[in-house]
T-cell receptor, first 112, second 111 residues
Framework: AQTVTQSQPEMSVQEAETVTLSCTYDTSESDYYLFWYKQPPSRQMILVIRQEAYKQQNATENRFSVNFQKAAKSFSLKISDSQLGDAAMYFC?????????FGTGTRLKVLA | SQTIHQWPATLVQPVGSPLSLECTVEGTSNPNLYWYRQAAGRGLQLLFY??????ISSEVPQNLSASRPQDRQFILSSKKLLLSDSGFYLC??????????FGPGTRLTVT
């Protein structure tokens, strides 16, 4: 069975600095997708970034980028120039077919 | 563009009462639909998913059931609520292998 592990329950970053959130996963499938979602205090789940496993190039969306290491089954999220609005829960997610598997989340605090 | 609606936004129900939460999607056809539950400060627990009308897969044996009477409508129900059913319920849709899009959620408190 597929699993997604986020080993950092909580992280802190100074405003304007860079932070990296870790995610590892386990699967025997060769084709799959990985995602990072943000959940602010409103609890609305917002897609941050997606990565297709068949693509070697790491995905980037403005200040957000991933480090996708397929062999190591690692999928970390880097947030550059952190802003106060980045404070939220961040969830890593995996899908290979219909089901989506979510990690337990990392709470990111941004310090002014 | 696609939008997803969930209602009600909040609900307070006594133990033993029935439940019906509704989710509808606009702007897409034949989406995969999902119900999740999230306890405070925790991750998402997949409850049900559906890949088509009348097709429901249950992930966790429990007091809840789901139905999909129309292509873009997904309903979460219970005949008798338990205290443990309290939580934040999220509906989501996706096209196969693509990202999921979530509704605003329903906060359910069973008293």
């Amino acid at each position: 069975a597929q699993t997604v592990t986020q080993s950092q329950p909580e992280m802190s970053v100074q405003e304007a600095e860079t932070v990296t959130l870790s995610c590892t996963y386990d699967t025997s499938e060769s084709d799959y997708y990985l995602f990072w979602y943000k959940q602010p205090p409103s609890r609305q789940m917002i897609l941050v970034i997606r990565q297709e496993a068949y693509k070697q190039q790491n995905a980037t969306e403005n200040r957000f980028s991933v480090n996708f290491q397929k062999a190591a089954k690692s999928f970390s999220l880097k947030i550059s120039d952190s802003q106060l609005g980045d404070a939220a829960m961040y969830f890593c997610a995996y899908t290979g077919t219909y089901k989506y598997i979510f990690g337990t989340g990392t709470r990111l605090k941004v310090l002014a | 563009s696609q939008t997803i609606h969930q209602w009600p936004a909040t609900l307070v129900q006594p133990v033993g009462s029935p439940l019906s939460l509704e989710c509808t999607v606009e702007g897409t056809s034949n989406p995969n639909l999902y119900w999740y539950r999230q306890a405070a400060g925790r991750g998402l627990q997949l409850l049900f998913y559906s890949v088509g009308i009348g097709q429901i897969s249950s992930e966790v044996p429990q007091n809840l059931s789901a139905s999909r009477p129309q292509d873009r409508q997904f309903i979460l129900s219970s005949k008798k609520l338990l205290l443990s059913d309290s939580g934040f319920y999220l509906c989501a849709w996706s096209l196969r292998d693509h990202e999921q899009y979530f509704g605003p959620g329903t906060r359910l408190t069973v008293t």
